[in-house]
């Protein structure tokens, strides 16, 4: 089978070929340490620089807010943990999140735990979004932060950030978010949106892995998170990721001019996903469809197992994602599956397939003709799917 369909862009995305071309003379001629007086040491912080304009542009932020770091992970650790640990001098322990984060987020809350703060996990509604007046609610006086990501990772739901930012902003409560999946699938506007912390991730929107950002804005004060050299405004000491740093500049860029059309483009495919397989009899679409992002589609098929579904799709030439094991090796279904109220057995039969900028219609055609097959072989072959059939229930 040599056909391969890649729908699995919100776990890793492919290098785009501008991102390439910008970062290969880095490694190969400017290659100097930024840091350095001569000419290619000055070529390299010339180059940071620019990434950091580009960077910034995208989401209307300064330059001088933006910090580069090595993933999405440590940016969202850098700014919750920077954040608390400064405001824990002035007596502010309490954190604000939600329980259906990405684990970088709700991890470091659980790690924060057992420094002493105390961390409030709002819960979603059944379609996959938090609600701005629990976190109205849920702020006290000595709240130091509010942290609710943007979209969703696993369900794409696009969460109310506006409507958030605008209530910690009239309370004086530091508010950061995860924008790692919104950016470049959702035009974003730090002032507007009135976001103190944003963290992003390169590799999300097709530059490399390992190199990510923070934006953090100007009067907000965080711990450092790593203490070394002068470099990042002395926040983040270490010689900067030169080449990926600038293929991130690249990314943002692309990812920025391009957004509305190529948002619109994936829409249409992501809905004739959607549509095509709540065909199938006894499926169920996770996540809201509105406020959803345009790349998102994660269905539950009852009575099979999510593991089984990404093998034969594997044999299919179809890389996927499922909202079961696979992640920690454990047998626990999705955090995020759990929160919007699936069922175990339920949640574990799911799937989720993220569209990007370089899939086609062909694409999408193929994945509907090959999954409906799939979910019929593994359904004859299930003891629950006999079950129920036994009972009635299909
Ligand atoms: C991928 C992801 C991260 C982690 O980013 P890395 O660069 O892989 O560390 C954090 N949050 C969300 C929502 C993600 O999708």
């Not at 492919?14 to 001629?29: G, Q």
């Not at 933006?66 to 993933?71: A, H, K, S």
């Not at 549509?275 to 469809?289: A, M, Q, S, V, Y």
């Not at 995020?336 to 109220?341: E, F, N, Y």
Request: with cysteine; charged share 25%; proline share 2%.
């Amino acid at each position: 089978m040599d056909r391969f369909v890649y729908l699995d862009n919100s776990a890793t995305t492919k290098v785009s070929e501008r991102v390439f071309e910008a970062m290969v003379p880095y490694l190969t001629e400017h290659y100097g340490n930024p840091s350095s007086i001569y000419g290619i040491g000055r070529e390299a912080h010339a180059a940071i620089d620019e990434a950091r304009e580009k960077v910034a542009k995208a989401i209307n932020a300064k330059s001088r807010e933006i910090y580069f770091t090595g993933c999405g992970t440590e940016s969202d650790n850098w700014a919750i943990k920077g954040a608390a640990r400064h405001l824990a001098k002035k007596g502010k322990k309490h954190i604000i999140t939600s329980v259906f984060e990405h684990h970088a987020v709700l991890h470091t809350c659980q790690s924060l735990e057992k420094e002493g703060f105390e961390v409030t996990y709002l819960t979603v509604d059944s379609e996959g979004y938090v609600s701005p007046s629990d976190v109205e609610n849920a702020i006290r006086e000595d709240t130091a932060l509010v942290t609710i990501m943007y979209a969703n990772n696993e369900i794409g739901t696009i969460q109310p950030i506006a409507e958030i930012g605008k209530i910690c902003r009239d309370k004086k409560v530091l508010f950061h978010t995860d924008a790692v999946q919104a950016i470049g699938n959702v035009r974003i506007d730090v002032q507007a949106e009135n976001i103190d912390m944003l963290s992003l991730s390169g590799h999300k929107i097709h530059a490399p892995k390992g190199v990510g950002a923070l934006y953090v804005r100007q009067g907000v004060v965080i711990d450092n998170f790593m203490d070394g050299g002068a470099q990042e405004n002395n926040k983040r000491g270490g010689t900067e990721n030169l080449a990926s740093i600038v293929g991130l500049g690249a990314a943002m860029e692309e990812a920025h001019n391009g957004l509305e059309e190529k948002a619109a483009k994936l829409t249409i495919l992501r809905d004739k996903l959607i549509d095509n397989l709540l065909k199938i009899p006894h499926t169920r679409l996770n996540g809201g469809r509105e406020n959803r992002l345009c790349t998102n589609v994660n269905i539950s098929f009852e009575g099979i197992e999510g593991e089984g579904l990404l093998l034969l799709l594997d044999l299919n030439g179809i890389a996927g994602s499922s909202g079961s094991a696979c992640t920690s090796g454990s047998l626990d279904p999705s955090h995020v599956l759990l929160a919007i109220g699936l069922e175990h057995g339920i949640a574990h039969g799911s799937l989720r397939l993220s569209l990007g900028r370089y899939n086609t219609e062909e694409d999408v055609d193929y994945a509907l003709q090959v999954i409906p097959q799939v979910v019929e072989r593994l359904r004859a072959m299930s003891p629950v799917w006999q079950e129920m059939k036994e009972q009635g229930l299909v």
